[in-house]
């Protein structure tokens, strides 16, 4: 994982770690939060702020450390019914302390007409704090939120002084504390900035279609290591879960280099004796020349040399894909059902780019994957509408997957069906293969060819195959050497007999 800090040589460097209860969180922050110190944690109102400082909190109550949650925003009840919606009980080990306005303050009677009433808020504010911190003596607090200790200090000078003093008085106290912040001031004061040990933000975007996407990024962390950029996470019941951007970098390759097998003599002929383990092949064409069945076939044969497989489906009904192979003769649920192979139904409005990486690095290391069925990309583009850097994120996945040995299969489905025909996403460069397939018109029927275009491990056929999907498997015919132009869908007839496959075969 790709790492950036400023980190010394120094006693810093050594600080204790305390668990975030988010595993990808506390891997992005290089082993959690630092113990004792003082953190921001920010976003605007729905990013999750609440909830992850919950699971901080449930975290410490997990290791015997207490806890103190103090509220100056949402009341107890609220705090635990949110709890609650995700499963969790805060137990005695997590104190919430709600620190709402006095009556005298609400009451217009009450009001003092030589000081202002934010004076003696704040400072009533913060000694009932104190008040809580004393008795309870916690190892970690939250905060919650600064926008009302923001609006009783009411000037910057005044605001950053409480903030310092804050921290001070942890430290003081061994706690490790968590302040979160809304922003909703009218003006972003970054004082906090300055003065935390690590800032945390959050932020959340509404796509046209789809569910909201959320990520974070630690803006600082001194003296440790952190995982730099935006990472991806979601929210569901059960709490936060953060997917660490993948960087592909810090993996050495591990395959030798072997060449797999299709299962079919004439398609690893026209393939140069077949595919090199950990490279990827990209399989384009328009929709029903049999891409996804290629796939399945590559998939079969896996499973025959006694490998795991996993299939990442976008476009098809898992039901839908065993119906179909069964009709050729292959039984990949039997396999889903022993374990051997995995198989995860992907809707795109639903997964985001970082995500879906998560659920393909997850897989591939739990289950020892060596081979990778990605079907199709034209749903994972539909996941990446409102990304401007997708093609980044699937090339670091196709990286990774290749220096971890696993074989990668994707399809694209080209727009149009005979004649030309568009790609609507172009990632032919980042395919160490690409096999193409086509209709084409001859003799009074709709047939199927099939080509390589590219292969970057070796040598390969350049020649235009028919091929037929039939019972049993896939089958290759004889080079089209009497056809031109089989691949603008019309060939022209130029030779004395063409070598087709019969109907029945």
Same mark, same amino acid.
């Given at each position: 994982?790709?790492?950036?800090?400023?980190?010394?040589?120094?006693?810093?460097?050594?600080?204790?770690?305390?668990?975030?209860?988010?595993?990808?969180?506390?891997?992005?922050a290089?082993?959690?939060?630092?113990?004792?110190?003082?953190?921001?944690?920010?976003?605007?109102?729905?990013?999750?702020?609440?909830?992850?400082?919950?699971?901080? #909190?449930?975290?410490?109550?997990?290791a015997?450390?207490?806890?103190?949650?103090? *509220?100056?925003?949402?009341?107890?009840?609220?705090?635990?019914?949110?709890?609650?919606?995700?499963g969790?009980?805060?137990?005695?080990?997590?104190?919430?302390?709600?620190l709402?306005?006095?009556?005298?303050?609400?009451?217009?009677?009450?009001?003092?007409?030589?000081?202002? $009433?934010?004076?003696?808020?704040?400072?009533?504010?913060?000694?009932?704090? /104190?008040?809580?911190?004393?008795?309870?003596?916690?190892?970690?607090?939250?905060?919650?939120?600064?926008?009302?200790?923001?609006?009783?200090?009411?000037?910057?000078?005044?605001?950053?002084?409480?903030? #310092?003093?804050?921290?001070?008085?942890?430290?003081?106290?061994? $706690?490790?504390?968590?302040?979160?912040?809304?922003?909703?001031?009218?003006?972003?004061?970054?004082?906090?900035? *300055? @003065?935390?040990?690590?800032?945390?933000?959050?932020? %959340?975007?509404?796509?046209?279609?789809?569910?909201?996407?959320?990520?974070?990024?630690?803006?600082?962390?001194?003296?440790?290591?952190?995982?730099d950029?935006?990472?991806?996470?979601?929210?569901?019941? +059960?709490?936060?879960?953060?997917?660490?951007?993948?960087?592909?970098?810090?993996?050495?390759?591990? $395959?030798?280099?072997?060449? @797999?097998?299709?299962? @079919?003599?004439?398609?690893?002929?026209?393939?140069?004796?077949?595919?090199?383990a950990?490279?990827?092949?990209?399989?384009?064409?328009?929709?029903?020349?049999?891409?996804?069945?290629?796939?399945?076939?590559?998939?079969?044969?896996?499973m025959?040399r006694?490998?795991n497989?996993?299939?990442?489906?976008?476009?098809?009904?898992?039901? #839908?894909?065993f119906?179909?192979?069964?009709?050729?003769?292959?039984?990949?649920?039997?396999?889903? +059902?022993?374990?051997?192979?995995?198989?995860? %139904?992907?809707?795109?409005?639903?997964?985001?780019?970082?995500?879906?990486?998560?659920?393909?690095?997850?897989?591939?290391?739990?289950?020892?994957?060596?081979?990778?069925?990605?079907?199709?990309?034209?749903?994972?583009?539909? $996941?990446?509408?409102?990304?401007?850097?997708?093609?980044?994120?699937?090339?670091?996945?196709?990286?990774?997957?290749?220096?971890?040995?696993? *074989?990668? /299969?994707?399809?694209?489905? %080209?727009?149009?069906?005979?004649?030309?025909?568009?790609?609507?996403?172009?990632?032919?460069?980042?395919?160490?293969?690409?096999?193409? #397939?086509?209709? /084409?018109?001859?003799?009074?029927?709709?047939?199927?060819?099939? *080509?390589?275009?590219?292969?970057?491990?070796?040598?390969?056929?350049?020649?235009?195959?028919?091929?037929?999907?039939?019972?049993?498997?896939?089958r290759?015919?004889?080079?089209?050497?009497?056809?031109?132009?089989?691949?603008?869908?019309?060939?022209?007839?130029?030779?004395? %007999?063409?070598?087709?496959?019969?109907?029945?075969?």
């Open positions: 994982m790709n790492r950036s800090a400023s980190v010394d040589t120094n006693a810093e460097t050594a600080l204790p770690r305390a668990l975030t209860g988010i595993a990808g969180l506390d891997a992005v290089d082993g959690g939060l630092a113990r004792n110190r003082l953190h921001l944690l920010e976003g605007s109102p729905g990013t999750g702020k609440t909830t992850i400082a919950l699971q901080f #909190l449930l975290a410490g109550a997990a015997g450390e207490s806890g103190i949650y103090v *509220s100056l925003a949402e009341t107890e009840p609220e705090l635990r019914a949110g709890a609650r919606s995700h969790w009980e805060l137990g005695e080990l997590i104190e919430i302390i709600e709402v306005p006095p009556e005298s303050v609400l009451d217009p009677d009450q009001h003092q007409s030589l000081l202002y $009433s934010s004076d003696l808020e704040l400072g009533e504010t913060t000694q009932r704090m /104190f008040d809580a911190i004393e008795r309870t003596r916690p190892q970690r607090v939250v905060i919650d939120s600064l926008s009302e200790i923001r609006l009783l200090a009411q000037s910057s000078l005044r605001y950053r002084r409480q903030i #310092l003093g804050l921290k001070h008085y942890f430290a003081r106290h061994n $706690s490790t504390v968590i302040l979160l912040d809304d922003l909703t001031a009218e003006s972003m004061d970054r004082a906090v900035h *300055s @003065i935390a040990h690590s800032v945390l933000h959050l932020d %959340q975007t509404a796509p046209v279609y789809g569910a909201a996407r959320r990520r974070l990024r630690i803006v600082k962390a001194r003296g440790q290591a952190f995982s950029g935006y990472h991806e996470f979601r929210i569901s019941s +059960g709490g936060v879960e953060v997917y660490p951007r993948l960087v592909a970098a810090p993996y050495r390759k591990r $395959s030798a280099g072997d060449v @797999i097998s299709s299962g @079919i003599g004439d398609l690893d002929a026209l393939l140069g004796g077949g595919i090199t950990g490279s990827s092949t990209l399989v384009i064409g328009p929709a029903g020349t049999g891409k996804t069945l290629l796939l399945v076939q590559f998939v079969a044969a896996a025959a006694g490998e497989a996993a299939m990442f489906l976008f476009d098809e009904e898992i039901g #839908l894909l119906s179909r192979a069964r009709q050729l003769g292959i039984d990949i649920e039997a396999f889903h +059902g022993n374990g051997r192979l995995a198989i995860e %139904q992907l809707d795109a409005a639903e997964v985001s780019p970082g995500e879906f990486a998560h659920r393909v690095r997850t897989c591939v290391d739990r289950d020892t994957i060596r081979m990778v069925a990605i079907d199709s990309l034209n749903g994972y583009q539909a $996941s990446m509408l409102n990304e401007p850097f997708g093609i980044l994120h699937l090339h670091e996945l196709l990286q990774y997957l290749n220096r971890r040995g696993t *074989s990668t /299969f994707l399809t694209v489905a %080209q727009h149009g069906l005979v004649g030309d025909v568009d790609q609507p996403i172009d990632v032919t460069y980042l395919a160490d293969t690409v096999i193409l #397939l086509r209709f /084409f018109e001859a003799m009074g029927e709709v047939r199927r060819a099939i *080509s390589v275009l590219k292969k970057r491990t070796g040598p390969h056929e350049n020649t235009l195959r028919e091929f037929r999907i039939r019972k049993g498997g896939v290759l015919g004889a080079p089209l050497e009497a056809f031109q132009g089989v691949l603008r869908g019309v060939p022209a007839y130029v030779g004395t %007999q063409a070598p087709l496959l019969g109907s029945e075969e």
